[in-house]
């Protein structure tokens, strides 16, 4: 719903002291609306940086962004407009519940933004259905539920703000597999009904391999590789190089090339790998 | 040999608790062995592993560590220098400003000697690979470096057996390489009983042994390979196998080989 252009953004951090340090330097790319992007990179890559620059919370100390056309950080009003339009959701966002009852908390944003107490309870409701939270637990003390309730809660406080581009920071640190795969459910299910923009960074390379359209890699605040998952794990070599993971599929691939079987093409899924095994002869 | 860790027949359940989390579990560990427990949330795999120091008592069946019930409140404290824990959260655990200071800060509170503190200390943290650290302050480490000077304040207790409750779930790749790297070595080389709880199936490729834990019972337990080929019941569990075992399974060869190296090997091996 909304698109992002990056021009030439430098952050130095701590600029003109002895502990000064560039985290990110010359960066320029668009992301198109509606674009589904996982970030990659290691910890001190830049990424983070990169994201909190996307809805105005740090200033760059070079260049420009815009969503949708205008310079989010061009005055007071830019920068506080940005806020509602670019969610962010931080890593375990679940530290940062602190309202009485699951309303209140998933009310927060959108309360902040002006709107009615109509509009707002709409919003609370359909927050909760993308994530999955039952209504029965709306007047609960947040406090009390598991992990990955909290963590559903926590980003169903970001959508309700309807936010045109949605960023999460690594949304499934620390959840167990089937906390994965709800999250990474809910995040596809509202990128699908609400045509937003999406931006994860993730460490884990199957999920991004296998959900997202567009891979950006980070190498030291520098972008080291950008395109379609397809064509990032067609060089599985360079993100070894960067000493990345590669998904399980494609090590297991670039292995069976090294015994010298004709394994072709870009392989980061299960059934891509099962399917050039069988193109050989294996299956 | 005897096991260092034995449950007999434990089940648990919360005192205002109205679901058993533990049903029944009979468990014996081998001293010197690196045993991994894995299951999905709710399993009761940190539940059981909190049985192991007496932070939890069973309410029915008996844990013992070597001849010492958990149950006898006279041998806590021996029970809890024997079983040393590191926790998931790195930050809940370090207590103060330098390195060093926070690896001490155990056999301090055990009365040991200053010249064998000073001792105890260094070892410790050679043996994680953060002496040259000693003096930081551990706010400004690493998720992974934290993790690594948790494990040496407890390793300065010298205890038997480490257990570790979801060591890296707060960790960056990186962060959590180190800490699986570190905890074999201890094995291995040390000889240290480890037994780690974890989610990530491919922290448990490495251990002797994969206990799977669901809805408070062993499901299943054997080398890791022999747990990862009954790729069903891993499925029905919610958990993942590793693609090595995966492809294999598919293509009906033995999957006694976690290694993608091997398993590459033997691919090529049936097409030849």
């Known amino acids: ?283 | 040999m005897d096991p260092i860790i034995r449950f007999e027949n434990v089940h648990f359940t919360y005192p205002e608790g109205e679901r058993e989390i533990l049903c029944g579990v009979d468990l014996s560990i081998a001293p010197g062995s690196f045993v991994a427990v894995l299951g999905h949330n709710g399993s009761g795999k940190s539940t059981l592993a909190k049985h192991m120091n007496a932070i939890l008592l069973p309410s029915s069946g008996k844990v013992f560590v070597r001849e010492l019930d958990t149950a006898d409140e006279t041998k806590l404290l021996d029970i809890r220098r024997r079983v040393g824990m590191v926790f998931q959260n790195p930050d809940n655990q370090i207590v103060a400003n330098v390195v060093e200071d926070d690896v001490a800060f155990a056999p301090e509170n055990l009365g040991v000697p200053s010249e064998e503190i000073r001792q105890r200390v260094d070892a410790a943290l050679r043996q994680v690979g953060m002496y040259e650290f000693r003096m930081h302050a551990p706010h400004l480490l690493s998720g992974g470096q934290k993790q690594r000077v948790a494990i040496a304040g407890v390793l300065a207790m010298e205890p038997e057996v480490l257990v570790l409750d979801e060591p890296t779930a707060m960790l960056d790749p990186q962060g959590r390489l180190e800490v699986i790297q570190t905890v074999t070595r201890l094995c291995r080389e040390k000889g240290m009983t480890v037994v780690l709880i974890t989610h990530h199936m491919e922290e448990c490729i490495g251990a002797d042994r994969l206990v799977v834990m669901s809805n408070g019972a062993i499901v299943a337990d054997g080398s890791p390979a022999e747990v990862f080929s009954q790729v069903e019941l891993m499925e029905r569990e919610g958990l993942d196998v590793p693609e090595t075992t995966r492809v294999l399974h598919e293509l009906g060869l033995p999957t006694e080989t976690l290694d993608t190296e091997s398993c590459a090997a033997l691919i090529a091996e049936k097409l030849r």
């Open chain 1, 1 to 283: 719903m909304s698109e992002i252009r990056v021009e030439a953004l430098t952050h130095v951090y701590s600029a003109g002291t002895p502990f000064e340090k560039t985290a990110i330097e010359n960066i320029s790319l668009s992301i198109p609306s509606g674009q589904f992007v996982g970030l990659l990179g290691h910890t001190g890559s830049g990424k983070s940086t990169f994201i909190q620059h996307l809805n105005a919370l740090l200033k760059p100390s070079s260049g420009t962004v815009y969503v949708d056309g205008e310079d989010i950080n061009k005055d007071k009003k830019s920068r506080r407009a940005v806020k509602n339009k670019v969610g962010l959701v931080f890593q375990y966002p679940e530290y940062q519940l602190f309202e009485e009852t699951v309303f209140a908390d998933i009310a927060f944003g959108p309360k902040n933004m002006g709107l009615g107490k109509e509009e707002i309870e709409q919003r609370v409701r359909e927050a909760c259905g993308f994530v999955g939270v039952e209504e029965e637990l709306l007047q609960r003390s947040p406090l009390e539920l598991s992990g990955g309730q909290k963590r559903r809660i926590a980003i169903a406080g970001v959508i309700a703000m309807r936010p045109g581009v949605l960023i999460l920071d690594e949304p499934t640190a620390g959840l167990d597999p089937a906390g994965c795969r709800q999250i990474m459910d809910n995040i596809c299910r509202y990128r699908r009904e609400s045509g937003a923009t999406v931006i994860i960074v993730s460490h884990n390379m199957d999920d991004a391999a296998r959900l997202t359209e567009r891979l950006i890699v980070f190498n030291h605040g520098a972008v080291a590789m950008d395109g379609t998952p397809e064509q990032i794990f067609a060089q599985p070599e360079r993100l070894v190089e960067i000493g990345l993971n590669v998904p399980q599929s494609t090590a297991l691939a670039m292995a069976l090339r090294e015994k010298g079987l004709p394994i072709a093409g870009s392989i980061y899924t299960h059934a891509q790998l099962m399917q050039a095994l069988k193109g050989v002869g294996a299956c």
